[in-house]
């Protein structure tokens, strides 16, 4: 398994636009340490339902699992490093649900200047009806003041009519664009992880137990791989149709066919196929897992996290799984729980991240 180096390989590189990219290009120079920006998520949009919450949760076995508790005052500082931004480079046309193509955009944040560095596409949570690339912006230009070319992705929901093998394909065409432009872009396609949350954290799971799998490869650079050798889930499913275990029994229907998740994880006409279980995918030689999950999560109950770390070590796979103690499901800000997101801002859990992206292990 190829390792993500401590030492970045520096080359003289051009960072510039390709030719699918459009939109703005910027930079920032190093300065003070100051809070890392910030991106409101989106409420929602018309037709998306609200997300429902447990009102009450079942502990979960941590005995397999690092327990950690975040100070929610010791958060991540950006401005030490510069970095340079592209925004909505599209990467793949996909089709639209009324029909004709739409374009699918990523947004890089690297450090600033000639260099070549370990690639990292995030994959942002959304329920599986949004899919908002700006979101977590301080997570990731903390990543990227460490040493990394981090790209944020869009991918299709269930609001575009697409299902699950319609977002891994997705991730998977934004893995092989940024392998073509991977000198353009100031990265080392020797070392591509995937890092995402929710429904990301699904996505991303997926993505790297289907390494090699052609079923779930479509459109362009079909040259290039789009296998990563690592994959960071956080608090994301995995036996999808169980998602609301262990929560309350009206959380049932968040996992009911006709829910979001319910459609998005349909094919011909089934609801919840085995194809759609990522722990149907899991085998050897996976890539190297860094699991998370909140002990309070009561959106996407902790067993799924769980399950998936213990098929991967019973595969013989690398998985570490940190719970964090008292935390919730990410940063609930677009729901009017700021406090929500600290734990996973903090600098203990963010660490922990840049480590692992270092050194999978």
């Not at 070549?116 to 690339?133: M, N, R, S």
């Not at 998602?243 to 919840?272: C, H, K, L, W």
Request: hydrophobic share 40%.
């Amino acid at each position: 398994m190829k390792r993500y180096g401590k030492s970045l390989i520096m080359a003289g590189a051009l960072f510039g636009m390709t030719s699918g990219a459009v939109g703005n290009e910027s930079g920032t120079e190093a300065g003070a340490a100051t809070e890392c920006p910030s991106t409101p998520r989106p409420a929602g949009m018309p037709g998306m339902p609200p997300i429902p919450m447990a009102t009450s949760i079942t502990p979960s076995d941590t005995s397999s699992s690092v327990v950690i508790k975040p100070d929610p005052a010791n958060q991540i500082e950006c401005g030490r490093t510069a970095v340079q931004t592209i925004d909505n480079v599209v990467f793949a046309q996909v089709p639209a649900a009324g029909g004709g193509n739409r374009p699918l955009a990523l947004d890089i944040i690297k450090p600033k200047g000639p260099g070549k560095y370990p690639l990292v596409v995030y994959v942002t949570g959304g329920g599986f009806v949004i899919a908002p690339k700006e979101s977590g912006l301080n997570l990731r230009r903390f990543v990227a003041e460490n040493g990394f070319v981090v790209a944020s992705v869009q991918y299709r929901t269930a609001m575009d009519g697409a299902n699950y093998r319609d977002g891994v394909a997705d991730v998977k065409a934004a893995v092989r664009y940024l392998r073509a432009h991977a000198a353009e872009f100031g990265a080392d396609s020797d070392h591509v992880a995937v890092w995402g949350e929710s429904a990301g954290g699904y996505l991303a799971a997926m993505v790297g137990l289907t390494n090699g799998d052609k079923s779930f490869e479509h459109g362009n650079n079909l040259d290039q791989s789009s296998t990563v050798e690592a994959v960071i889930d956080k608090f994301g499913t995995s036996d999808t149709a169980k998602v609301a275990e262990d929560f309350n029994p009206e959380m049932a229907m968040f996992a009911a066919p006709g829910s979001p998740i319910g459609r998005y994880m349909t094919e011909a006409g089934q609801a919840f196929p085995s194809a759609s279980n990522a722990l149907t995918h899991v085998g050897p030689g996976d890539p190297p897992f860094l699991i998370f999950h909140g002990n309070q999560d009561r959106i996407v109950s902790p067993s799924q996290t769980l399950r998936l770390h213990h098929a991967l070590r019973a595969a013989g796979g690398t998985s570490t799984r940190y719970v964090l103690d008292g935390a919730g499901h990410g940063d609930l800000a677009f729901a009017g729980d700021p406090a929500a997101g600290l734990p996973w801002s903090s600098n203990e859990t963010m660490d922990i991240i840049v480590r692992f992206l270092r050194d999978p292990k």
